[in-house]
């Protein structure tokens, strides 16, 4: 059973040959070359960062359904204290929290993975800053879908996954993991926009809500 399951290994290893040949001392994602071992790395890389993300929609998910009831009264009051407090979790979870994982998160990775994934020099951080403006973005929007008004935001988050999937696409050919990783940071940048027009053209609409986010 253990000489099947080495040859097994030996087989395995040899095709991803097929699919990842490069030289010594270059990692899988450089430039030009983005293989499934990259792609696997940067899977794993993406859901260490994102653990940043889930850590605030702890709180955000808990003041969801206190927006709601707060909003469905008109307690502007009740509205700007959550969306305060909602703001402030945000960035104290988000913002010490990247801090450190960048620091310390190329060892929990290697440590995660068994040394077995690498990343390209640069990628890390890249997803890091992506997955802490992804909680900011999304810190709000679950506020303004408490309210009912995903709709704002919904039809532009599609377009800018697809935008960003194709720019992720044609960068790869040049730049690999990292320009995939900054592809990435571009369409959360462009969410983080998006939701901060969605609050300024809907204070009229709903000012205790849009006012109390916008402050």
Not at 46 to 68: I, K, N, S, Y
Not at 97 to 111: C, D, N, S
Not at 141 to 150: D, K
Request: charged share 15%; proline share 6%; glycine share 10%.
């Amino acid at each position: 059973k253990h000489a099947g399951s080495s040859r097994a290994a030996r087989a395995g290893a040899a095709a991803a040959g097929l699919f990842c040949h490069r030289p010594a001392g270059r990692h899988p994602g450089d430039r030009g070359e983005v293989s499934p071992q990259a792609v696997g790395a940067f899977v794993a890389a993406r859901t260490l960062a994102r653990t940043l993300v889930q850590a605030t929609g702890l709180v955000t998910h808990a003041l969801m359904p206190e927006m709601a009831a707060a909003s469905g009264r008109g307690d502007a009051v009740a509205v700007a204290a959550i969306a305060r407090l909602n703001r402030m979790a945000a960035l104290a979870l988000l913002v010490p929290g990247g801090v450190a994982l960048i620091a310390v998160g190329p060892w929990l990775f290697a440590t995660w993975t068994g040394g077995r994934l690498v990343l390209p020099p640069g990628t890390w951080p890249l997803i890091v800053v992506a997955a802490l403006l992804h909680g900011l973005w999304l810190s709000r929007a679950n506020l303004l879908l408490a309210v009912n008004r995903q709709a704002a935001y919904a039809g532009p988050f599609f377009l800018v996954a697809v935008a960003t999937v194709g720019l992720a696409a044609m960068a790869a050919r040049s730049g690999g993991l990292p320009a995939v990783a900054a592809a990435t940071v571009l369409g959360e940048v462009a969410m983080v926009v998006r939701l901060a027009g969605v609050e300024r053209r809907s204070r009229s609409a709903m000012p205790p809500l849009t006012e109390a986010l916008a402050r």
